[in-house]
C-alpha cells in the first residue's frame, strides 16, 4: 500500500536539509530547491517526498515538470 504524501513545515526542511532559512528561500528562488505550499492563510509546507529527492541528490535536482523535458 503506498503511503500518502506528508506535508512538512519549514522547521523540519531545515533540520533534514542542514540548510539555513535565507539558504533554502535563495535556492527556491534560483529553482534548484523544491517550492513550499500554500497550506493555510499564514503557512506553508513542503511535499516530504519533495525534500527527499532533493536530499537524495541536490546537485541535480530539478522540479518534477523539468525531469519530463530533459528525457
Known amino acids: ?3 500518502p504524501d506528508r506535508i512538512i513545515r519549514l522547521r523540519t526542511v531545515l533540520s533534514r536539509t542542514g540548510l539555513s532559512r535565507s539558504t533554502v528561500y535563495r535556492k527556491i528562488a534560483e529553482g534548484t530547491f523544491p517550492a513550499q505550499l500554500k497550506i493555510s492563510v499564514n503557512g506553508t509546507g ?3 517526498s519533495d525534500i527527499n529527492r532533493w ?3 541536490p546537485v541535480s535536482w530539478r522540479p518534477k515538470g523539468e525531469l519530463d523535458d530533459v528525457r
Open 46 to 48: 513542503w511535499h516530504e
Open 55 to 57: 536530499i537524495a541528490d
Open 1 to 3: 500500500m503506498h503511503e
